[in-house]
């Protein structure tokens, strides 16, 4: 059996620190480290947790080390001792680091924040895990295009999508950086239809129909998409929602239970005792969903700062072939991560 894969984390924030807890739950994953220029709260936690801290730089290293964090070296040392790095450094930053990784010979894993062009491939697992098999690199998509890929890509799946027309709820930061970056008491439509989203689907598969319109929203618990699908043919409501079910990470969700607004998927996902209140899975849902004919009208939630987490596992899996089958890998990821497939509850 292959030994298990090392995997270092550069960039530990919102998602990096997901990314690292994530790796430490497979079974055939080791994490080698992670690495940051700050020395504040956020490493401090990392060294909490007995992950081995890593700095960018030598006077980020010092930085950490006057703040009383047991750093093991830099951004090179750790590079030495990993096969594949998961970049998780800002937008922008990420696309600076890939002559580093390359230098080293290591396989690495950009996230949505760049461009397709900094890998020449987008990631989504149900969609094109199979095209990531022993690639040096690849991009997850972000948050919201994760979420397009996977419900277009169901319908796709049982014949039914034609061509699909989303409006996106924006959540307008994420919840730790709320007393810096929020918007209150406004709503801001992005000034330009299509959003990047639709075009970003469609490097993941470019046969998708698809178009998105955006608007940022005075909240920061998760992103609401409203989406119209004109259908290739009539189809019965039950037809639909098995086609979702089918997906191994959409979840439905129902004012019956209660659930009638994000905070109370929120306060569920916590009371599921997930990590952070994480919710890996794409929230649809059921009894709003509508079929007139052949035209299909649905909502959902997304967790910005979780679904890619079980993405990312699999297009670690996908680059090293540990796994080359992708339901096997998806399968693995989500028992590792309590992942529901259908319904939470
Ligand atoms: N936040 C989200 O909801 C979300 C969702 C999906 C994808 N993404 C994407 O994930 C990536 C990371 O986003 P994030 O929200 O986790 O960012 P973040 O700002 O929360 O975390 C980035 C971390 O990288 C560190 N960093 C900055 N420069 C560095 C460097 N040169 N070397 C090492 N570390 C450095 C920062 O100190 C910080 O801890 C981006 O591409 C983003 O677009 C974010």
């Not at 006077?59 to 040392?77: P, R």
């Not at 699909?164 to 994420?174: I, P, S, Y």
């Amino acid at each position: 059996m292959k030994d298990k894969v090392k995997i270092a984390v550069n960039g530990y924030g919102v998602i990096g620190k997901r990314v690292a807890d994530a790796v430490r739950l497979q079974g055939d994953m080791e994490l080698s480290g992670i690495c940051d220029v700050v020395s504040d709260w956020r490493v401090k936690v990392a060294a909490h947790k007995r992950y081995p801290v890593f700095a960018f730089d030598s006077a980020s290293q010092e930085q950490m080390a006057k703040a009383g964090i047991q750093v093991q070296g830099t951004l090179t040392d750790l590079l030495k001792s990993c096969e594949l790095v998961v970049d998780c450094t800002p937008k922008k930053i990420a696309a600076q680091n890939i002559e580093k990784y390359q230098e080293a010979r290591l396989k690495f894993i950009v996230q949505g924040g760049e461009k397709h062009e900094t890998t020449g491939h987008s990631f989504s697992a149900e969609n094109n895990y199979d095209t990531a098999l022993g690639r040096e690199s690849t991009r997850v998509v972000s948050c919201n295009t994760t979420s397009i890929i996977r419900t277009l890509t169901a319908l796709k799946k049982a014949g039914l999508l034609k061509r699909a027309r989303g409006t996106l709820l924006r959540r307008a930061t994420d919840p730790w950086e709320s007393h810096l970056n929020g918007i209150i008491n406004t709503l801001v439509p992005e000034p330009e239809i299509p959003s990047h989203q639709g075009p970003d689907a469609q490097s993941v598969d470019p046969e998708l129909d698809v178009i998105t319109a955006a608007v940022k929203v005075p909240e920061t618990l998760s992103h609401l998409h409203y989406w119209n699908v004109q259908l290739t043919r009539e189809a019965s409501k039950e037809e639909v929602l098995q086609a979702f079910s089918n997906s191994s990470r959409i979840a439905m969700i129902s004012y019956g239970d209660g659930l009638s607004a994000n905070n109370t998927v929120k306060e569920l996902m916590l009371s599921l005792n997930r990590p952070y209140g994480d919710m890996y899975e794409v929230a649809l849902w059921q009894d709003m969903l509508k079929v007139v004919g052949s035209e299909l009208f649905f909502a959902y939630l997304v967790d910005n700062q979780a679904i890619v987490i079980p993405e990312t596992i699999d297009a670690i899996r996908a680059l090293t072939r540990l796994e080359e089958n992708a339901q096997a890998s998806i399968q693995k990821t989500n028992a590792a991560l309590g992942i529901r497939q259908g319904a939470f509850i």
